[in-house]
């Protein structure tokens, strides 16, 4: 009977035995998954008011006639605000800035947008390089086509 009860005793030490590695383990990998998890939400809050300037940016340069020419030939500059100086919080849970230059090559142009989660002061930042092109298809008609002073195609 006596020897029973000894091997219960070691089967339960045991199971206690594993017990007690296991919890400290979970608990350390679920504290530092909520570390993760927070530091990655933040992350992503910079990077989306990021995206948010790059397309302010395009809206910008959509909005005048003749601005996406200007600014990739280097003949005009950026839209006000979009020189890398003013800070845009229009969106809510922090802010970011854009800069808009002609390039990397002729007929071009690079928009930057760098944005700051505000608690947390992560910073995110993407390029963007857009080129604008028209119709790249010949012109077919059945018979003779005139094309003299002011006409657009």
Known sequence: ?????????IVVLI???????????VVYFSHHEMKWTVKETKS???FHLAEAGI????FAMNGTAGLWKNVANGT???????????????VEGGRYKIKIT???V????????VGKDEKSDEIR??????????INSPLFANSKIDVSGNEKV
């Open 15 to 25: 199971i206690v035995m594993i017990i007690g590695i296991i919890i400290p383990a």
């Open 76 to 90: 005009s500059s950026a839209p006000t605000g979009m020189d890398g100086t003013s800070e845009f919080t229009d």
């Open 1 to 9: 009977m006596h020897k029973k009860r000894g091997q219960i005793i």
């Open 125 to 134: 930042g993407l390029k963007a390089i857009y080129q604008l092109e028209g």
């Open 106 to 113: 002729s007929h071009q142009i690079t928009i930057c947008a």
């Open 55 to 58: 397309d302010r940016g395009v």
């Open 44 to 46: 992503t809050r910079a």
């Open 102 to 104: 002609s390039g990397p």
